[in-house]
Every structure is written in structure tokens, then in C-alpha cells.
């Protein structure tokens, strides 16, 4: 099994090898309604996935009933030509739909309305930034639109796969929900930074398409998909080896890693006078490896013809300038406008940028929060907890809850500690921070009644301290404080105690 | 049948409209009429797969309206037989295929929707060849329909059910799908009117899908003005299909009054194309067709001949286009969500499941084409046969561009010869495709072809149909002149020709038409 797979150290496989990468990142937009029809769209902003019934979003077009025909949604149309052009690609003035058949359950017609020889956008170019301020600059070769496909289910058998299963369920809610597939060009040049070059590219897909407000780019709902392509060509070869494409990695930290094994997994092979497989592979995330998925040659024949019940896509010259000019700024020229309004140390900024948190950052600014305080609450405590769960830090809690949680510590209400409560209960799932607060009774204990009698009676117990305080020795308030803090169970501001601590003693 | 149900079933939609209006007759009394007659002699014709359990319920209801001072349409109220491969809420939609049998839509086609807009009374769904693939009926799965001209022989196809369901007199009205010549055929050898739209023109929205580049809806009629008023109903803008025209359509009832008004062609220049005539065409065909050619130049038209080199590859491109769309268009009946489900024995995967389904599910046809349609579209053949097919499609555009150029309106006959009788080219696949060797050039190119009896053939007594093309959006020229050529054939030849039919309802000779139906 995969688990087992040898694996090469990554260095040495980097020393023998050149990895080549090749992505293509599907993005789900967040249109109202489906590619195809006027279906409600699961993935666009007013639908909340988690109170979606199966198949409670179809339309006779999203299950492919006889006699149904698809047609174009406008909006997809426009939010793809806006994509393409952030991503400094071409829009061609006529693109087409094509079918792409296969018969698949969850392919409602056994084709899918994708575009094929003449995708709406072709030939961009972005730039892409790692650790340590590096960049590399990534080719597109072509945007293109398509509908997605729905989702399967399989009840029994041990893998969830729908090999061994005992039977299948199938929702066709997800199925027409409007897709643009964003494909590289193959990337070389990347060695030892290959799997963080993976990871900063999608970070940056990510970050254009959340700029553009066309999806909502969570990864863990699958809005954005990742499929990496990776090959090793042996050093001095000039040969590029067999790729493998691992599908659906479905978070920025999974591209780092997937990328990683697989360099090291198809080194190993190598190394050992084997022959890598051309194949899909399947990202098991818990226990960070690839097995193989099904054999992939690249003359799958998928019998592609244009897509007779659609017209050429069209979009005129004053529509793409209109669309160009209303596009927002570039990731990279964000990046040094945020640098210099947060005021962030080149590192502090590139270990957000690293961390992919740009967005949560300037939203969490945008809330009220200050700078400082969101990138260390982001930074710190945020990303402990999704490193502990080995999730993206965006998943746990909204930048809004975050710029919440600081403006009541700055506001004195919540003490550091009580306020990292706050946030364990917001992630838990127990309501905004103002809720959790009230909940869990996390408020600060402000009446200076209680603190002076915990203060006083701390005081009395340690005679010895009060008087070095007296005799001006300020810092042995410390042990005072730690009495306190603990007889008020830690729901007291520090700062208060200690100037009351000073009043009491020295009054 | 009482003799004013025999009066009504003889009438046109046209005159049945007008006696509605005037309330000289109920759409109750008009649609028992039509229902007593296909429950009389639909046994031996079988044109139909389902008579409507609605349809009284809903003339009533018209009665109702019309009593209240409703303003309707004027075919508010007359019966209207549905092809089977259109979506019916109400009624199976089976496309002529074993695997839907029993399929219920939860939508209706926006032609049907049209249609009960406009209040007319759906009375059932026709039979026709297994989702459209066929010249005969033949492939029906549900058995084939009989010509009422002679019970032994095919009544055209794919549309044969639509075809002589009107030709029987069981309904005035009917609806047909054409993607290489289903409506115009079946009226040629039934002695019928049909008409193929401006591709576009008519939407496709819930027409099960054959090929989707040639398939179109339209009209099927005994008159030219029957099939213009209801083409009138049917036609224009469908959002829901994006394929279809944006245009504002003048009316074709209109179109057609006034070329029945018409006492000259005088300045109309007719084209008769080269290609589609003389060997392979039955005598008794061409012979009428050269009477029809006489009789319009006498009345003041130009004829002047044309050729469409083209043509000749017409057939050919056109069997593969079709297949390489249907292939695909078929690829949804798997047994997931819809139809017919055959389980393997002792279950199995899902695509065993699939395969098992389409194998029991499909005629013989069907599967000939799908694989026809599969391997045009493989890999490393796409460029030989689709791509070569789209070719020589562009290439009969621009024939017909170039004939248009000479001609005002292009004719033809509209099949190579009479009604054969079953079984006849059941087995030659490649006999059976030539019969549409007149009408697929239309498809291809997207124009608009009218088909209407132009008299019988001397050697069998059959029926024969004249084919009128014009260009892209000029159907209302269709019905002009469709409607002048009606009147002019009716003073030559005398009245309608159906009344030569044995089943003519007012004929005495009702119980002596071969084969019989009594």
C-alpha cells in the first residue's frame, strides 16, 4: 500500500533530480445560479452548504432530462473573462463549448459541456512569491469554462471509494455549478522550492479570485481544487520523466506536502530502477501520502465535438475593456501597498504572506482591528490551533470574529488568556466571541470591590511582600498578581491589579 | 360515428376554429369526435402510443372560458395529436423507445407549453420511429403505424404516427420533428402537409433530442393554412433554448391567406435542383412533379433549373453528423435517474448495470447508429469523418446560397418514391437512408422546407408530396406560396386529395381499403 511506499530524503532527491510541476486548479464561481441553468448555485455566496438537502437543487437541465438544453450563464461568462485577464491572459473574441463524453454517475448526460480547442482565455503569465521574498514567475496556458459534476457517496466497503462498495448515492446539487479550470504550463526551475512554489501559486489563485469576489475560494468546501502535476527529470538528462497527477489536494498546506511526497516517493523509485506510472493519485490527507488512482494515458478518449446545443461564446471588445478596467489591483502590487499601511517588518510580512493569511489579515483590518494585533492573533493563535487539527486557518473562524476578539481585549473587556478561551469557543462552534463571552462568563472582573478584597487578602498572607512593595521594590507586585489572578480564576486585568496593588500597598 | 362527428373530422383546423369562435360547435363536441375516431379506426392504423385521459376535461374547460367572453387563440379548442418525442407532463414521452417506456417529464417541451397557452386540446402522443432514427416507423418499439392509404404499407418516418393521424382524419392538427426529412416525408407518402422551420425558428426545448444541429419542430397538417396557424402558435423566442432565432416572425397564417389569394406567380422564379430528381426516382413521382412544374409555369413562374453539386455528399455527411450527436445525446439513458433500469443477474457495478439497460433498452437501430456515432467521434478519426462531415455541410450552404441566388424558392419532390410496404428495406439500412436522399440537404444548411401533396402516382395510386425550400427565415414564403400551389392542384386535379384515401371518413369505401379496418 501507498503507506508503505520508500521514500527518498527530500534533499538528496532534489540533488539527483529536477522536480517539473504542471497544476490545474479548478475554481468554483459564486454565481447565483448554475452554469447551465437557473438552478440555485451551492457554491455561490448566499448558500450555505451546510443546510443543503441532496438533491434539492436541480433543475431537469442539471440532471440532463430528455429534452433539456443548456444555456450559458452570462455572469459565469463575465467572472471568467475577469479571471483570465488577472491572470494576464488573452480572451479569445470567440470561444466554444465542447462535450467531453464519458459515462459517469455523476455526470447527469455522460458528457460534460466543457471547452476544449477554444478555451474563453489562453497564454497568461503570473508572478508568485515564497519564503524569503523569492518569485517565480508561472505560465498559464488556458483558463476555460465548464460545469462540474455531482457528488457520489459510497456506503460500504472500507476505502469510501466506489471500488468494494456495496451501493452509491449520488447528489446532483453540486452538478452544473460553474467551474473555470485554470491549467500551467509545465514549471521548471523550481528545485528545492518546488513544493512551496505549489503551494504559493494556489495561494495566489486563491488570493486573485477572492480580489475579483467570483468565488468563494474555500478550499475545504472544494470551491477551489487543486490538482498537482509533478514528474522528476534526473539531472543533466534533459529528459522530463513520467508525471503523475494527484487530484483533488484541498488545501494550501496539502500542496506543499503532496508535492513534497511525491518528489520524494517517485525519486525513490527511480533511484531503486523503477518506472513511474502515469496515473491519477488520490491525496489522503491524515496520513500525508498519495496512493494510485486510475491508470491515465494522455490519449484518454473523451470523443470531444463542439457542443451543438450552444452558440460560440462571443464576448465583444467593449465588454472585455470594461472588465479589464474594473479589475482590482494585482496580488503583487497589494502585497507592498499592505506591507507599507500595516507596517509590518519584511519578515512578519512574508510569514503572513507564507501562511497564506493575506486575506484574513486585511479583512480582520478592514473589521476594526489594528495590524498588530490581527497578524498576531491570525499568526499565533489561529494558526496554532490549525496546525493542531491540521487544517488552514481560514477554515476555523472569520476574520470578522478575529477583529471581534481583539477589539474586546484592546477595549479591556478580555484579558489575553480569557480571549484565547473566546476564540476556542468560537471555533467549537459556540456562536460569535460577544456570545461565547456570555456563555462561558469570560468578562473581566472590572468592580475594583472584588479585586481590592482578593488584593488585600493577598497581601495579608505575604507580610514580607508588602513590604519590599513598600519599601519601593515594585516588581515583587508579580507574586501579588499571580495570587489574585488565580483567587478571580483569571477573569481580572492584569494592568488593574497591579496599579490597585500599588494603591493598597503603598496608601 | 354520427354523421356530425363524421362532418367534424373531416373539417380543417381553419374550419373548425372558425365554427368555435362562431359557437356553432363545442371543442367538447369536436375533441368526442376526434376521440371516437381514433378509438375506431387507430387499432389497425396505430398512430398512437397514448390517447390523453385529459383531453375532454380540458375542451370543457375552453367551452368555459369561450361562454365567459375569453379572448383566445383561434385554434383555442381544436385537438392536437404530440410526436412522442416531445415532453408532456401529462402523458408517457417515450420517443418511440423501450427504454422511457412509462417516462412521465416533470417539465413539458415549450412547444406543449405553447400549445396549452394557446388552449388547444392535447389529444395524445404519436408513434414514431425509436427516438426519431427511421424512415418507416419501423423501428418503433412499440410496432410500426400503418399507412391509412394502404395498411400494408409504412406511412414515413420518423413522424409516421403525427402523419397519419392527420391523414385518417383523427385529428386535424399535429406536431413533428425533422432532422433529415421526419415531418416532409411522412407527408409526402401519407398526402399530408408538414412543415420543416427555419432551424432556430421552433424551440427545442423538451424535444428529446436526436441530433441537435438538424433537429427541429414543426407543423403537420392536411392544409397549408392548418399547418401555418399552428406553426403560428408553436414558433418564435425560447430563452430556454439557445439555439433558437431572436427574431420577430411576421404571421404565417397571414402568409398563407394571402397566397391562397394568389391568382398569379407571374415574377416568381422557381429553381427545380438538378440533384434531386430523375434516376433512383419512382415514375409515377417524377411524373407529378413535372405536371407540377408545367402547372406553375403556366400560372406565370419562372422555372429555371439549378444544380447542387454538393449534394451528392449530402447523404454521407449527414450520417455521420447524426450518429456523432446522437451518440451523445443517448449517452444519458443509463438507468440512473430516469427510464428503464435492467439489473445483471445477481446485480452488479454500475456500469455493468449501464450496459445491461442499454442493450435491452435500445432497438437495433439505435445501436447501429450510436456506434456509427462513437467511432466517428474516436480519436484520430474525428478529422476524417466529423470534420470531413462539417465540411461538406458547408459546402451544401453555400449550394443552396448560390441557388437562392438564382431562384426565389427551390422544389423538389419531397421523397424518391411512394409508400413502400414493410419490411421492404428493414433489412438494408442503406436503402432506408437513401429515402431521405431530397430532404437532408435542408437540415444541413438550416432552411426552411415545406412538404404538400401534389397528387397520386399514376402505377400505385399513392399519394406523392412536393417539397418547397426557401431561404433561412423565409418560411412565411413557404406558406404563400404553399397556399397558392394547394389552390391551383385544387382546381386541377379536383378536391383535397385524401378524399381519394380509403379511409376517407365521408367515402362509402371505408371497409374496402386494403387490409381493411373494420
Known sequence: MSTNAELMDFEKAIELFEPVLGFEVHVELNTNTKMFSDAPNPASSQAESATQEPNTMITPVCLGLPGSLPVVNEQAVKFSISLGLALGCEIASSSRFARKNYFYPDLAKNYQISQYDEPIAHDGEIEVEIAGGKTFKIEIERAHMEEDAGKLTHVGGSTGRIQGADYSLVDYNRAGVPLVEIVTKIIQGTNENAPEVGKAYVATIREIVLALGISEARMERGNLRCDANVSLSPRGSGKLGTRTETKNVNSLRSVDRAVRYEIQRQAAIIAAGGTIVQETRHWHEDTGTTSPGRPKSDADDYRYFPEPDLLPVEPSASLIQELKNALPEAPAKRRSRLKADWGFSELEFQDVVNAGLLNEIEQTVQAGASPAQSRKWWMGEVSRIANAKSVDPSTLVSPKSVAEIVKLTESGELTDRLARQALEGVIAGEGTPTEVVAKRGLKVVSDDGALIAAIDEALKSQPDVLEKIKSGKIQAAGAIIGDVMKAMQGKADAARVRELILERATG | ?518
Open chain 2, 1 to 518: 360515428m354520427n354523421s356530425m362527428s363524421n362532418e367534424l373530422i373531416q373539417l380543417s383546423a381553419a374550419k373548425l376554429s372558425e365554427k368555435l369562435v362562431k359557437k356553432e360547435v363545442s371543442a367538447l363536441e369536436v375533441t368526442k369526435a376526434h376521440l371516437d375516431r381514433i378509438e375506431e379506426v387507430d387499432p389497425a392504423i396505430h398512430a398512437f402510443l397514448h390517447v390523453s385521459t385529459e383531453a375532454l376535461k380540458v375542451a370543457g374547460e375552453v367551452d368555459g372560458a369561450r361562454r365567459l367572453g375569453a379572448k383566445l387563440n383561434p385554434l383555442a379548442g381544436v385537438p392536437v395529436a404530440i410526436k412522442d418525442v416531445l415532453c408532456t407532463m401529462d402523458m408517457p414521452s417515450t420517443a418511440g423507445s423501450k427504454i422511457l417506456e412509462g417516462w412521465v417529464p416533470p417539465y413539458d417541451a415549450t412547444v406543449v407549453k405553447r400549445l396549452r397557452d394557446a388552449r388547444l386540446v392535447p389529444i395524445g402522443k404519436t408513434n414514431m420511429d425509436e427516438f426519431a432514427m427511421g424512415s418507416s416507423t419501423e423501428h418503433s418499439a412499440y410496432g410500426p403505424t400503418k399507412n391509412p392509404w394502404d395498411l400494408e404499407r409504412i406511412p414515413g418516418g420518423s413522424g409516421g404516427g403525427s402523419a397519419a393521424a392527420v391523414a385518417a382524419f383523427e385529428v386535424p392538427l399535429a406536431l413533428g420533428s425533422d432532422t433529415g426529412g421526419s415531418i416532409r416525408q411522412p407527408a409526402a407518402v401519407t398526402g399530408t402537409v408538414g412543415m420543416k422551420p427555419t432551424y432556430g425558428g421552433v424551440s427545442r426545448y423538451g424535444a428529446i433530442a436526436l441530433a441537435s444541429s438538424l433537429d427541429q419542430v414543426g407543423p403537420v397538417a392536411r392544409s397549408v393554412l392548418d399547418a401555418a396557424m399552428l406553426h403560428d402558435v408553436i414558433g418564435g423566442h425560447d430563452p430556454k433554448d439557445s439555439t433558437s432565432l431572436n427574431e420577430s416572425w411576421s404571421s404565417f397564417t397571414e402568409a398563407a391567406k394571402e397566397g391562397a389569394k394568389a391568382d398569379s406567380l407571374k415574377g416568381l422564379k422557381i429553381g427545380v435542383v438538378k440533384e434531386l430528381g430523375g434516376e433512383g426516382f419512382q415514375k409515377g413521382v417524377s411524373d407529378r412533379f413535372a405536371a407540377v412544374c408545367e402547372l406553375l409555369a403556366a400560372t406565370g413562374a419562372e422555372i429555371v433549373e439549378v444544380s447542387a453539386p454538393s449534394f451528392a455528399y449530402a447523404i454521407a455527411a449527414y450520417y455521420l453528423i447524426l450518429p456523432a450527436e446522437a451518440s451523445s445525446n443517448l449517452a444519458k439513458f443509463d438507468s440512473v435517474r430516469f427510464g428503464l433500469r435492467v439489473n445483471p443477474p445477481g446485480g452488479g457495478t454500475v456500469e455493468q448495470v449501464m450496459s445491461a439497460t442499454r442493450e435491452a433498452g435500445f432497438g437495433p437501430e439505435v445501436k447501429r447508429r450510436i456506434i456509427l456515432g462513437t467511432y466517428a467521434l474516436s480519436a484520430g478519426y474525428y478529422d476524417a469523418y466529423y470534420g470531413s462531415a462539417q465540411k461538406v455541410r458547408t459546402l451544401v450552404q453555400r449550394d443552396f446560397q448560390s441557388a437562392f441566388g438564382k431562384a426565389d424558392l427551390l422544389i423538389s419532390p419531397s421523397a424518391p418514391t411512394t409508400a413502400f410496404k414493410f419490411g421492404e428495406k428493414l433489412e438494408d439500412p442503406l436503402a432506408m437512408y437513401l429515402n431521405d436522399v431530397t430532404t437532408i440537404p435542408a437540415n444541413l444548411a438550416g432552411i426552411p422546407g415545406l412538404g404538400l401533396p401534389m397528387g397520386l402516382a399514376e402505377e400505385d395510386g399513392l399519394p406523392t408530396g412536393l417539397q418547397v425550400m426557401a431561404p433561412a427565415k423565409a418560411d412565411a414564403k413557404l406558406y404563400s406560396f404553399g397556399a397558392t400551389l394547394e389552390v391551383l392542384l385544387k382546381e386541377s386535379s379536383g378536391e383535397l386529395i385524401l378524399q381519394d384515401s380509403p379511409l376517407y371518413p365521408g367515402a362509402n369505401n371505408a371497409s374496402s381499403a386494403n387490409g381493411g379496418v373494420k
